[in-house]
């Protein structure tokens, strides 16, 4: 991803253009996923479809944990 800053008025960078550089490179970008959109319409159901996958995998993962410590427990 590139961005680019710049003032018309002063046909350069301003302080304000350099703060704002500086907060863009301190995004942390991996942390967040993106999504390739074909199309702008219909993104929202997208979007939703991928929090019920997570979810479910939370839920799934939780379940497995929670068989486990059971297990654990049993041979106590």
């Known amino acids: ?5 710049h003032s018309k008025p002063l046909k ?14 301190a995004i ?3 942390k967040y996923d ?5 199309k702008e319409k219909g993104y929202k159901s997208k979007v939703r ?4 996958e997570e979810e479910m995998a ?3 993962q939780e379940i497995i944990d929670s068989e486990g410590i059971k ?4 041979f106590k």
């Not at 991803?1 to 800053?5: C, I």
């Not at 993106?34 to 074909?38: A, M, N, Y």
């Not at 479809?49 to 019920?52: E, P």
């Open 1 to 5: 991803m590139r961005v680019e800053l």
């Open 12 to 25: 350069g960078l301003s302080f304000r253009d350099l703060e704002l550089a500086t907060i863009i490179d």
């Open 28 to 30: 942390d970008f991996d």
């Open 34 to 38: 993106l999504l390739k959109l074909e």
């Open 49 to 52: 479809a991928l929090r019920i």
């Open 58 to 60: 939370k839920m799934e």
């Open 71 to 74: 297990k654990l427990n049993k």
